[in-house]
Structures are given as C-alpha cells and as structure tokens.
C-alpha cells in the first residue's frame, strides 16, 4: 500500500479549494468535510443532510458513528464548513434524508470511496500537485498536520485520530526531520 501525504502549504488547500469550487460545490463539500474534521472517507460518504444540516442552518456539531471503530464522533463546524454547507444547500435542494455525496447511478446511494479518491486526484492534478500521493487518507491527514503545526497538544490528536502514541501521529502526518529542526530553529531562546 502506498503511503498517502497531507497538502502541507496553505497554498495548495486554497488551490485545491478554488478549483473544486470552480466545478462543483459538491465535490468542494467533500473536501471541506475532509480537512475540517478529520473523518475517514467511509465516514464522510456515509453522512446525509439531516446530519449536517437541521432544516434552518448547517448544524454546529456533527455526529458520526465511525465506521472503523463504532465509537461516536462529535466534532464542531468551523466557519469554513458552515459557509460550504450552506452554498451545497444553496445549489443542490437536497432532501433531509439523502445522502449528502450522493451518486448520480441508482436510487439514494453515496458515490464509492474510489470515484472520491478519483475526484480528489483529479483536482490535485489540475493544481500542479500531482506528485503529491493524496488518497482518500490525504483529507485527514492534512487536517491532523495543520492541527499539529499550529500547535495543538498531540494528546488532543491522538484522541481525535484514535492513535496510541505521539510517535504514530507524527508518522501518520508526514512530519518530517526538517519540520523538526524548524522547532528549534524558531525557538531561539
């Protein structure tokens, strides 16, 4: 199995961000959900409307079963998120029991874990990104790595991620020697 990597410059989420939104607010969603939350994408392509959103507003907290685990996940929309929610609404008209990435083939079913891999390639390739292994773990990944460079307490993303130690997280996100350096560098006491 390939080893997938997070979008580790804000440059590249924007221009990933931009070009999904550019084609379709749907796949955009997919995306946002994503780095917004941490979920594994079985978990992302299992959600329907009336999870995210309550008739009125987007929801402000998100409930999940996990489907790896079966532990219940509660995580809070960022603004981000909510505005992304609110434009899918905008566009689409779903109803509250459809499922939010819904498959154009067959009667209310999610579209599969590999035409969303193949929307997020697709997209990474027209931003130049191609040499980036994204995957369907990417989303995750680059929200967990944002996470830890703007200095949330690896406990916080083991807990979130359901890892063991720090050493799995660290690996899990792609930190790499240098990144490591740069702490030292930066603190410069």
């Given at each position: 199995m390939n080893m997938t990597y997070p979008l580790k410059e804000q440059k590249q989420i924007d221009l990933v961000k931009l070009y999904l939104k550019s084609k379709s607010i749907r796949n955009y969603l997919l995306f946002i959900?994503?780095?917004?939350?941490?979920?594994?994408?079985?978990?992302?392509?299992?959600?329907?409307?009336?999870?995210?959103?309550?008739?009125?507003?987007?929801?402000e907290y998100i409930d999940v079963k996990e489907k790896k685990t079966g532990k219940r996940k509660r995580f809070a929309t960022s603004p981000n998120l909510q505005?992304?929610?609110?434009?899918?609404i905008r566009a689409y008209k779903p109803e509250k029991e459809e499922y939010v990435f819904i498959s154009r083939k067959g009667d209310n079913k999610p579209i599969t874990r590999q035409r969303a891999v193949q929307i997020l390639t697709e997209a990474l390739?027209?931003?130049?990104?191609a040499h980036i292994n994204f995957g369907s773990h990417g989303m995750?990944?680059?929200?967990?790595?944002?996470?830890?460079?703007?200095?949330?307490?690896?406990?916080?993303?083991?807990?979130?991620?359901?890892?063991?130690s720090p050493k799995e997280v660290l690996h899990y996100i792609s930190v790499?020697?240098?990144e490591l350096d740069d702490i030292y560098v930066n603190l410069n006491l």
């Open positions: 959900v994503g780095i917004s939350s941490a979920l594994r994408i079985s978990d992302i392509l299992s959600l329907k409307v009336s999870s995210i959103y309550d008739g009125q507003k987007p929801k505005k992304a929610i609110k434009d899918f390739d027209m931003c130049g990104l995750r990944k680059t929200f967990a790595y944002h996470c830890w460079k703007n200095g949330t307490d690896i406990t916080f993303l083991m807990r979130i991620l359901n890892h063991s790499e020697q240098e």
